[in-house]
């Protein structure tokens, strides 16, 4: 096979580039927020990419990369977003530090467990709700992206992508709750205690000069009420299609010459799922949960663009396996390095590339392979770096604006959050475990 020139990570670049400087460009930026301009974006930029690689012999990679990762990326994405969506847990709780924290740890367990697509989905407008009243909420969100949206999820392989994808690969379904309960338990615990210190710090800064905000927050509570359970079965349903319905337990899916529609199996059932919840939803639980595609359509035209561009990136780092070998000896390095382009590229095939370089080989029936536990943090983490790393990162971000939130820009998350919280509590959980 020809080899990918380093030229091809071009417009791989050009998109991050896009999702990052276009937002902050005078009248481009409010051209960008339309979504069908997002998807010309990734069509002018991914529909090149996709020519040459068929030109050059490469279209089975290219077509691998688009029906059998982006597809079963989105379905799976929109599954848990319509069915959560569904679920309207309405109230406007006394936004205190302690209430809001209470709201991000249960997001946390619930993301191992649920996806954390799925438990972002279903508490994000419960908080929003909450610190509606409140004056100074961007932090919340922020926090709520890497608490709940990426770092709950490292405990099983419903919680994120790339563990699902190591757990077909031959881990078992239990190795991270057996072997990453530590790490789970301090990085999320030391999140938990920082937001709830910035918020206590925000709150008391309200008080002083913002009091009518709290006395509204406290005047206008409202009890909990929650409506459309129906679509907790139909989340039971996303979740147990995730666990079963897979080439382990149907062999024939995974056969080499299996047709593609058998091969999709899995996303079939997401479409059922999703037509049925929609379909079993009173639309007046969808209306009071300010239900709208525009979350999820933002991700799909946004990541079709980075799936495309990206297919030559990952093949250019296949191709340097051999250096790349070379230069990480060590299972921390695989923390940083999965992590740093989890943070980039979509951290799920990151992953693969990442497990394919570690010397561990099979990773079936190991005990506690500590390249494993790297690359399971690195791309769990790491993810929430950027909006672009992980897909629930985009719909909490989109939510919060339609509940008009001035979230900070692309580079702005980074600058003013996630390289200054979060990255120095990985790497304390990197220091202390691997």
Known sequence: MEQIPAWMLIPFAMMLLSIAILPLLPKVGEWWEENKNKLIVSLILGIPVGIWLCLHGMS?????????????????????????GGICIKGDLVAKPITNTIIMAIGWVLASFMGTTGAAMLLIRLLLETIKQRKFKVHTVLFFIAIVANCGGLLSPLGDPPLFLLFQKGASFTWWLNNMLGEWAVTGALLLIVYFVVDTYYYKKEIKGHLENVMADMREKKPLQISGLINVLWLLGVICSTMFINKTYIPAMGAEHAPWYLKLLREWVFIAIIAGSWFTTKKTVRVANNYSWTPILEVACVFLGIFATMTPALMFLEQMKDSIQAVLSQPWQYVYCTGALSAFLDNAPTAMVFNSMAPFGDIAGLANDTYLKAISMGAVFFGSLTYIGNGPNFMVKSIAEQEHIDMPSFFGYMGKFSLIVCLPIYIITQLIFI
């Open 60 to 84: 089975h990679d290219l077509m691998h990369q688009m029906i059998y990762d982006y597809v079963p990326f989105i379905l799976l994405l929109m599954a848990l977003f319509v069915t959560t």
